[in-house]
C-alpha cells in the first residue's frame, strides 16, 4: 500500500513513510510512481541520481533533501529515516516494471501466458541499468544495515506473493503454504537477483537472454494439458 502523509499536526509528530510493507502483504500490482505525491516523486529521483553520481556513501537525507530542493524535515515527514527512503526507492525502481506486469497479465487466458508474461517483464526490466545500479547498491548496504535488511525482507516477501498471485490466482495460498512450492518461489526470486547482477557487471559478456531462457524452461509452472 502507498501511504502518503496526511494534513501536517503541531507538535512533533511521528515521521510518515510513503511505502509501509509487511512480510507477505501485497503492494498492488498496478501501482506506479503516479500514486505518489510530486514532493515524493521529486525526492525520490533526487536520492537515485546521488546513489548513481556519488555512491551509497553520499547518501544522507540532508544531501537529498538539497538535491530535491525541499528542507530536510519535508524528507523525514515523507520517509522518516534513510532506511524508509530506501526501502522506498526499491519499490520504486520497480514500480513501472511490476505495473506494465499487472496490466499484461489481465490479457493472459492461462498460468503458462501469466509465466510468459512475467519473463517479458523481467527482459524489460533488465534494460533499465541504472535501476539495476540502484538495486545493487542499496543490497549491498543492507547487508550492514539491519533495519534496511528487514525491509528489504518483506519486499522480497512480497515479490513472491506477487508473482505467485499473479500466475497462481486463487490457488496462490495453497501453493505458498507447500514448503517445497513456496521454496521453488524463493528460489526464482534468488535467481532473477543473481542474474540481473551478472547481466549488469558484464553486460556485453553474460548473455542473460539465454539464462533467462532456461531458467523458464526449468521453472515449475502449471502448463496446459498437466499440472505444476
Request: with cysteine; hydrophobic share 45%.
Amino acid at each position: 500500500m502507498v501511504n502518503e502523509p496526511g494534513p501536517m499536526k503541531r507538535g512533533r509528530g511521528r515521521p510518515r513513510e510513503v511505502v509501509r510493507l509487511e512480510p507477505g502483504t501485497a503492494v498492488p500490482l498496478g501501482t506506479t510512481l503516479a500514486d505518489y505525491q510530486p514532493t515524493s516523486r521529486a525526492i525520490l529521483a533526487a536520492a537515485r541520481d546521488i546513489i548513481l553520481k556519488l555512491g551509497m556513501h553520499a547518501l544522507t537525507l540532508r544531501r537529498v533533501a538539497e538535491e530535491a530542493h525541499v528542507d530536510v524535515t519535508t524528507v523525514t515527514y515523507h520517509f522518516g529515516t534513510r532506511s524508509g527512503l530506501l526501502e522506498a526507492l526499491v519499490f520504486a525502481v520497480y514500480a513501472e516494471p511490476v505495473a506494465a506486469f499487472a496490466a499484461e497479465i489481465e490479457t493472459c487466458a492461462t498460468p503458462d501466458e501469466r509465466a510468459q508474461a512475467f519473463f517479458r517483464t523481467l527482459r524489460r526490466e533488465f534494460a533499465d541499468a541504472q535501476g539495476g545500479t540502484v538495486y545493487a547498491a542499496i543490497q549491498a548496504e543492507a547487508l550492514r544495515d539491519d533495519r534496511l535488511r528487514t525491509r528489504l525482507a518483506a519486499i522480497n516477501a512480497w515479490t513472491i506473493r506477487a508473482f505467485a498471485e499473479a500466475v497462481y490466482g486463487d490457488a496462490a495460498d495453497a501453493l505458498l503454504a507447500d514448503p517445497r512450492a513456496r521454496a521453488a518461489m524463493q528460489l526464482l526470486a534468488a535467481a532473477v537477483d543473481g542474474i540481473e547482477a551478472h547481466h549488469h557487471i558484464d553486460p556485453d559478456g553474460y548473455d542473460f537472454e539465454a539464462v533467462l531462457d532456461l531458467l523458464e524452461e526449468l521453472l515449475p509452472l502449471p502448463r496446459e494439458g498437466g499440472s505444476g
